[in-house]
């Protein structure tokens, strides 16, 4: 018994099923089933020539594009490609409107000749009227322009033109007569080679007419009412000479005791008292206050002197400001007084007055406390430096670097300068008193130090070295045996006091001033020198054996100055061209 098994017939049934449901769809229950709609199921079906133009139901012979097309899909017949134009003629396609036309504007031809040919042309016919026709065309005319100017002048251009003799004659200036010898004086006189020319006279008379009829017209104008204007006076400046103010940021210039701020705030800070330089001193490491209120970058500032209390400084933004330490570490006293960039301050050696001068080329006296301007010095040159003389007995001189190379001596009772140093090649930057102030140090942009006594202008010590570079910063150490000073080939250097030697054992280098005159600082113990430098660092050198112990980044820009407190072990006020001054420990 055979069993024929139909395979084919199997496979048929699975591939109509799967042809009609693949995914199993119908074998769903209901609530599953994908909703859709019946008519929307359309065979898909390949038409081999397409009608490109949808839009057009009924085939009419319409080309219908959208204005954002870049391609037209369409089959023009052969017969609408060969079809003559149609329609009316455009009057501008033919660009030949005339029948020799052979440029846009008309018919131009070729010609050549010299640059002198052109313009006597161009000339004759800009002055005369004509000139001749360039033209080959042999019915053109030969002159263009004016004929009968041409005839007149016989064809000739203005380079040929030349005048007759009689012409010449005719326009030639004529002398006066000589005049008769015998007559001295009046009518037909004797004036010999000296004879005047005719029509002179009348110029003359002409001018002499203008001229009073100027003289009227002026006198007429004269008898006119003068209308009375009044004249505003331009605002002066503040801080300009006699516009000096000061404002106290404060509730109370004194405390419950009656004391201003000048003394020093013995409860605060009781180490006030001790002797400076007493305590050994350390290196600061943080900041721990900041003090706004310039609002361009600080250039000086200078501690109270002995105490330490409070210190001063000088900015770009003209003011100078009166800082508090110890109490509260706030804004004092606001100087305005100067009517551009304050440059340099000094306190006098008991701190009541101080010494102010900026570029505005005024040098200036204050009084600490009550704030007020007492005294106003100038020469008419920018002093870069001032400095008081520090014995107790001539508080009343001063001396002041200027821009024209000259040390001045001011006495201030008096305001008068007494004496002048005049020996530099260059501004004056620093005045250090020395040798117990009898004599003092100058350096200047000449890259020279000078030592020179005390009203004496003869200096007494030059050093000048073809390696040196100018030294803008200078500071005595706390011994008073050195002076050291930062040379702008990023370098510190350190001369002795009595006989203005360098010591070429001590040589601090390493930071970069690049050309700012940075401040050089000594701790009070004088074991450290420290320095700011061009990049917003502090930087502190051992002061024994010549090596960097800390480099400290206090600002954004370069620190142009700094003071160690003398009373404090290790702390250090900065400035920068960033405007702060920051208060580290």
């Known amino acids: 018994m055979s069993l024929a098994i139909d395979y084919s017939s199997d496979e048929d049934e699975i591939r109509n099923a799967v042809a009609k449901d693949a995914f199993g769809l119908s074998s769903l229950p209901a609530s599953k089933k994908p909703r859709v709609e019946e008519s929307s199921i359309v065979p898909m079906t390949t038409d081999t020539a397409p009608h490109v133009l949808s839009e057009d139901p009924l085939n009419l012979k319409t080309l219908v594009t959208r204005p954002t097309d870049t391609q037209m899909n369409v089959n023009i017949p052969y017969e609408e490609m060969i079809l003559p134009?149609?329609?009316?003629?455009?009057?501008?396609?033919?660009?030949?409107?005339?029948?020799?036309?052979?440029?846009?504007?008309g018919h131009v031809e070729e010609q050549s000749m010299t640059d002198h040919a052109f313009r006597s042309q161009h000339l004759t016919h800009s002055i005369l009227g004509y000139s001749a026709n360039p033209s080959v065309d042999p019915n053109a005319p030969t002159v263009l322009g004016s004929l009968e100017a041409a005839q007149a002048n016989k064809f000739a251009t203005l380079d040929t033109l030349r005048a007759s003799r009689s012409q010449k004659k005719e326009l030639k200036r004529k002398r006066k007569a000589k005049g008769d010898l015998d007559v001295v004086d009046g009518e037909g006189a004797y004036v010999g080679p000296w004879a005047g020319w005719?029509?002179?006279?009348?110029?003359?008379?002409?001018?002499?007419?203008?001229?009073?009829?100027?003289?009227?017209?002026?006198?007429e104008e004269e008898e006119e009412e003068e209308v009375p204007t009044t004249l505003k006076k331009a605002k002066p400046k503040m801080g300009a000479s006699g516009q000096e103010t000061s404002i106290f940021h404060g509730k109370s210039m004194t405390d419950y005791q009656g004391r201003t701020y000048m003394s020093p705030p013995v409860a605060e800070a009781p180490n006030l008292l001790q002797e400076a330089g007493s305590q050994d001193c350390f290196i600061p490491k943080v900041c721990i206050h900041t003090w706004t209120g310039h609002t361009q970058g600080v250039s000086v500032i200078r501690t109270f002197p002995k105490t330490g209390h409070m210190f001063m400084s000088g900015s770009m933004d003209t003011k100078i400001k009166l800082w508090d330490i110890y109490t509260h570490g706030n804004c004092l006293r606001t100087f305005n007084g100067h009517t551009k960039a304050v440059k340099d301050i000094c306190f006098s050696n008991d701190g009541r007055q101080f010494l102010s001068c900026a570029y505005d080329r005024t040098m200036k006296l204050w009084d600490t406390e009550t704030g007020q301007c007492i005294k106003r010095f100038g020469n008419g040159k920018i002093p870069y430096v001032v400095k008081f003389h520090p014995d107790e007995d001539k508080q009343h001189i001063f001396l002041a670097g200027m821009s024209d190379k000259k040390i001045i001596q001011y006495d201030m009772n008096s305001g008068e300068i007494t004496q002048e140093y005049d020996q530099h090649l260059g501004p004056v930057n620093t005045i250090t008193f020395v040798d117990e102030n009898r004599r003092f140090v100058t350096t200047s942009d000449d890259k020279t130090i000078r030592a020179w006594d005390f009203d004496i202008p003869v200096v007494i010590k030059y050093i000048a070295e073809p390696h040196m570079h100018s030294m803008p910063a200078v500071t005595l150490h706390p011994s008073n045996k050195y002076f050291a000073a930062q040379s702008l080939d990023n370098q510190i250097l350190v001369y002795s006091?009595?006989?203005?030697?360098?010591?070429?054992?001590?040589?601090?280098?390493?930071?970069?001033?690049?050309?700012?005159?940075?401040q050089v600082g000594f701790s009070p113990d004088g074991k450290w020198i420290s320095s700011g430098d061009g990049d917003g660092n502090v930087v502190f050198w051992d002061w024994k054996t010549g090596r960097i112990k800390s480099r400290l980044k206090a600002h954004s820009k370069v620190v142009i100055a700094h003071e160690w407190l003398p009373h404090e072990t290790s702390k250090v006020i900065t400035a920068s061209w960033d405007g702060l001054i920051k208060l580290w420990d």
């Open 198 to 219: 005719k029509g002179d006279d009348q110029q003359q008379e002409f001018l002499a007419g203008v001229e009073a009829g100027d003289e009227e017209e002026e006198e």
């Open 497 to 518: 006091t009595d006989n203005f030697r360098q010591n070429r054992k001590k040589r601090f280098a390493g930071h970069s001033v690049a050309g700012y005159a940075c």
């Open 85 to 105: 134009l149609q329609g009316p003629e455009n009057p501008f396609a033919d660009r030949n409107r005339f029948l020799n036309q052979n440029a846009l504007a």
